[in-house]
C-alpha cells in the first residue's frame, strides 16, 4: 500500500466512530460539514463542539428565513423538530481543538506589537466605540456558553462573510442586536484582518 493510500485508511477508520454515532438526519449535513464537523473552507463553517443550543437555533432561523442562504435553507427544511435536536447534539459533541491555556496572555505582545487583526481582537478600539471580540467571544475566542459561539478556528470566510451581513443587515439573529453596531463599524480591511486571525487559531 502507497502512503497516500495508507493516510486514507488511517482517515477513514478516524472517522468510522463518529459515523457510527452519527444520527440519520445528519447524513446530508456531513457533505459539506464533513464526518469531523470542521466544515470545509468556502464552502461550510465549522460547527465541531459547539454548542447544541446554539446550533439548534441557527437550524430554525434558516427554517422561519430568519437566516438566509440557498443552501441551508432546504436542508434545514427537512429536519423536524427531533432531526433538529439530534444533529445540533450530534455536531456538539464532536471535538475540535482550541487554543492552549486561552486565559493566559503574559507572553503576548503589547498592544503596540500586535497584528491589526489580534488588536482588534483583544483591545477594540474604543476612540470609536468599537469593543473587543474576545469581551463576549471569551479568551482567544474560545465562545462563551450557550449565546456566544467559537471563533477560533474558524474559517475565515465564513467569520468574514458573517461581519459584512450584520453590516447590510442581512443578519440579525444575534442576542439583543450585539454584532449590528460592531460590524458596521468595521472597514472592510479590518474585517479581513480580525477573521484571518480567529482563522489561525485551533480548530482542527
Known amino acids: 500500500m502507497n502512503r497516500t493510500r495508507l493516510w486514507g485508511a488511517l482517515l477513514g477508520l478516524s472517522a468510522v466512530p463518529a459515523l457510527a454515532e452519527m444520527p440519520p438526519?445528519?447524513?446530508v449535513c456531513i457533505s459539506c460539514h464533513q464526518a469531523s464537523g470542521l466544515g470545509m473552507p468556502n464552502l461550510a463553517p465549522s460547527v465541531a463542539g459547539m454548542p447544541?443550543?446554539?446550533?439548534?437555533?441557527q437550524l430554525r432561523h434558516f427554517q422561519n428565513g430568519e437566516r438566509n442562504n440557498a443552501i441551508m435553507k432546504p436542508m434545514a427544511m427537512m429536519?423536524?423538530?427531533?432531526g433538529v435536536e439530534a444533529v445540533s447534539q450530534w455536531f456538539a459533541s464532536l471535538p475540535v481543538s482550541l487554543p492552549?491555556?486561552?486565559a493566559f496572555r503574559g507572553e503576548k505582545p503589547g498592544p503596540d506589537q500586535?497584528?491589526?487583526?489580534?488588536?482588534l481582537a483583544y483591545q477594540g478600539d474604543w476612540q470609536r466605540d468599537l469593543p473587543s471580540c474576545v469581551a463576549c467571544h471569551g479568551p482567544e475566542g474560545v465562545g462563551v456558553g450557550e449565546v456566544f459561539p467559537?471563533?477560533?478556528?474558524q474559517h475565515a470566510d465564513y467569520i468574514e462573510s458573517q461581519l459584512k451581513a450584520w453590516q447590510s443587515g442581512s443578519r440579525a439573529t444575534d442576542p439583543h442586536g450585539l454584532m449590528a453596531?460592531?460590524?458596521?463599524?468595521?472597514?472592510a480591511e479590518e474585517i479581513t484582518a480580525v477573521a484571518s486571525y480567529f482563522a489561525s487559531l485551533g480548530g482542527q
Do not use: F, I, N, W
Not at 447544541?52 to 437555533?57: I, K, Q, R, V
Not at 500586535?114 to 488588536?119: I, Q, R, S, T, V
Not at 453596531?181 to 472597514?187: E, I, M, N, S
Open 25 to 27: 438526519q445528519a447524513a
Open 52 to 57: 447544541a443550543s446554539y446550533l439548534a437555533e
Open 79 to 82: 429536519l423536524d423538530d427531533a
Open 100 to 102: 492552549q491555556d486561552p
Open 114 to 119: 500586535m497584528a491589526p487583526g489580534e488588536k
Open 150 to 153: 467559537r471563533l477560533a478556528g
Open 181 to 187: 453596531p460592531v460590524a458596521k463599524k468595521l472597514t
